[in-house]
């Protein structure tokens, strides 16, 4: 059974720094692609950061230059720090996990971000 489950989100102020981590389970991790992504209130899901079993990564161009992607194949977690939050970043962040294998993803529940100005 495929489990992703996301740590790190709370509120912050402006400006301040978080790290998300989501921890994978029941894939084969260093094969897979991991990214996050997140929804703010009223909107659609959006793409904020992928990294391949390569280590290429990509971002949203909102977030480039202040959010980074990593990832443990050790410990079969992805990391997202989050740098220079802005209001705007106030969302849930979902981990999302690409099995090119199976040509199937899986998602996290979600951990909420909130940045207060």
């Known amino acids: 059974q495929v489990q992703l489950v996301e740590s790190g989100g709370g509120l912050v102020q402006a400006g301040g720094s978080l790290r998300l981590a989501c921890a994978a389970s029941g894939i084969i991790f260093s094969l897979t692609r991991m990214g996050w992504y997140r929804q703010a209130p009223g909107k659609q899901r959006e793409l904020v950061a992928t990294?391949?079993?390569?280590?290429?990564?990509n971002f949203a161009d909102s977030v480039k230059g202040r959010f980074t992607i990593s990832r443990d194949d050790a410990k079969k977690t992805v990391y997202l720090q989050m740098n220079s939050l802005q209001a705007v970043d106030t969302a849930v962040y979902y981990c999302?996990?690409?099995?090119?294998?199976?040509?199937?993803?899986?998602w996290g529940k979600g951990t909420l971000v909130t940045v207060s100005l």
């Open positions: 990294i391949t079993n390569r280590g290429s990564t």
């Open positions: 999302n996990a690409y099995l090119p294998y199976l040509g199937t993803d899986y």
